[in-house]
């Protein structure tokens, strides 16, 4: 190390894939770090939706980090809320006015749903963008399918669902609701399934994915009972039913909002930070911000440029390996080597849309696959980012496993109850979540 650097201290904020392999890079080689989230959990989004719809339970995608750090002396965990971010002298100050100053700051700090100002959507609508989002929809869907399996005839709709949104997360959860719906009515658990209705603007669903991917997801969907509504907007959402910019409105209890992210809400509050497309931190192709050479943003929160002048998308590979990144990055530095650029390993794009129904477009080419090997593929990237944060790999397998050869949505809708999470205990070494306290829309 250099003689300036003699005591580094690395400030991040945000525990989530892209905070956590920043801090698991700087303590395997010895640096001080303090990981600030206002959570003592590390959650994987990506598997929220089989979580909402009782597939896997909360605590299997929840991974305390004093758990993840538990072998890493060097690494403080602070579980705390920060309320302002000061770039330029390294600080962050939290929510109880108690200050961190590092030598250096990494923003890790995530996004949050975007309403984008649709009147009653923060209000009514369910994002899944946390596990707290993911735990108070899976209750909600648990009470109305209850409710509905006794529904009588004038309650029509009681189970009908509004899944606003149709890239992955929308077209995942609208999946998943529709073989849940499908296996509750073969076990006559509910009298018939509810409709399931797919809206987004655009003209294709994944739109991000090829022709092919947007005529199979089309095509699965429909299979599956979803009704996807293209080329039409959510004007409004009420606690009853949505209403739609072509003048139609759809009666239902429960809408799930896919729609869109922008960067986590600490962001507006930061001194000397560019922001961009999404509100999202501009960082340099080294993941710095410009002028601060010791301020770095990574994952979600940051629009971090490809090697083609593009920016990347908000992934949990891209979050994963621009947090390592930035750790080497500061390494390097602390051994008086330049910062690189950072260089993403592009593991393709993927959605599930149902039991052995899966998109994937992997390589340098984009080259699509569908049916069982995409879903094989999918099993095997989350797989490997899931182990990333030392999380519950074995149980995510097995689930997978068990959903490839057999058809069980019906039997853990019924019976799934959250009982492994620890809901008062706080010295527990289990994920503390505390799903009364949130409304919509408070995952970051
Ligand atoms: C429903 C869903 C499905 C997805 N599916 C996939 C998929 O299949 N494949 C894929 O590659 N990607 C997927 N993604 C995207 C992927 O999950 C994200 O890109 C990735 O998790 C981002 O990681 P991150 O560390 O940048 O942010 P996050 O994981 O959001 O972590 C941010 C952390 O910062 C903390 N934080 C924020 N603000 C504060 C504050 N003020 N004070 C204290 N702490 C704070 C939060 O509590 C959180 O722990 C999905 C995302 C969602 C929402």
Not at 225 to 253: F, K, N
């Amino acid at each position: 190390m250099t003689a300036q650097m003699e005591s580094p201290h690395v400030v991040v904020l945000g525990g989530g894939l892209a905070g956590v392999a920043c801090a698991l890079g700087l303590g395997d080689e010895g640096v001080r770090v303090t990981l600030v989230d206002r959570n003592d959990y590390h959650q994987f989004q990506p598997l929220l939706y089989q979580v909402a719809t009782s597939q896997l339970p909360a605590e299997d995608i929840a991974r305390p980090h004093r758990t993840i750090f538990r072998d890493y002396p060097t690494v403080q965990i602070r579980t705390a809320d920060v309320a302002e971010i000061d770039a330029g002298n390294l600080t962050v100050t939290l929510s109880d006015g108690d200050r961190i100053t590092g030598t250096h700051l990494v923003v890790a700090a995530g996004a949050r749903p975007e309403f984008f100002g649709v009147p009653g959507a923060a209000e009514h609508a369910f994002p899944l963008y946390s596990v707290v989002d993911a735990e108070r929809l899976r209750r909600h869907l648990q009470s109305t399918l209850h409710a509905g399996s006794a529904a009588e005839p004038e309650d029509e709709g009681a189970l009908d669902v509004v899944v606003v949104g149709g890239g992955p997360t929308g077209v995942e959860i609208a999946g998943a609701l529709t073989e849940l719906m499908t296996a509750l009515v073969a076990t006559e658990r509910i009298p018939k399934p509810g409709t399931i209705t797919l809206v987004d603007r655009g003209s294709a669903l994944l739109a991000p994915f090829s022709r092919k991917s947007h005529k199979y997801a089309h095509k699965r969907l429909t299979k599956q009972g979803a009704e996807p509504r293209l080329g039409t907007g959510v004007a409004a959402v009420h606690a009853d039913r949505v209403e739609l910019d072509d003048g139609s409105s759809i009666r239902t209890r429960t809408v799930i909002w896919g729609g869109g992210e922008s960067a986590a809400s600490v962001v507006g509050n930061v001194a000397g930070l560019t922001t961009g497309r999404g509100g999202r931190i501009d960082v340099l192709p080294d993941l710095t911000v410009d002028g601060l050479p010791h301020v770095y943003a990574v994952g979600d929160v940051a629009n971090i440029p490809a090697k083609d002048g593009t920016i990347l998308p908000q992934l949990g590979s891209v979050a994963q390996q621009s947090g390592a990144w930035a750790a080497a990055n500061i390494l390097r530095e602390l051994h008086g080597e330049k910062a690189e650029p950072f260089r993403y390993k592009d593991k393709g794009i993927m959605a599930m849309i149902g039991r052995n129904a899966a998109v994937a477009e992997v390589g340098k080419h984009r080259h699509q696959v569908e049916g069982p090997v995409a879903f094989a593929a999918w099993l095997g990237v989350h797989a490997l980012l899931l182990s990333g944060a030392h999380s519950k790999t074995d149980a995510f397998l097995a689930w997978g496993w068990d959903y490839f050869d057999r058809d069980h949505a019906a039997t853990v809708e019924w019976s799934a109850t959250a009982h492994r999470i620890a809901w008062g205990d706080d010295s527990a070494d289990i994920p503390h979540i505390r799903v009364d306290s949130a409304r919509p829309g408070d995952g970051n």
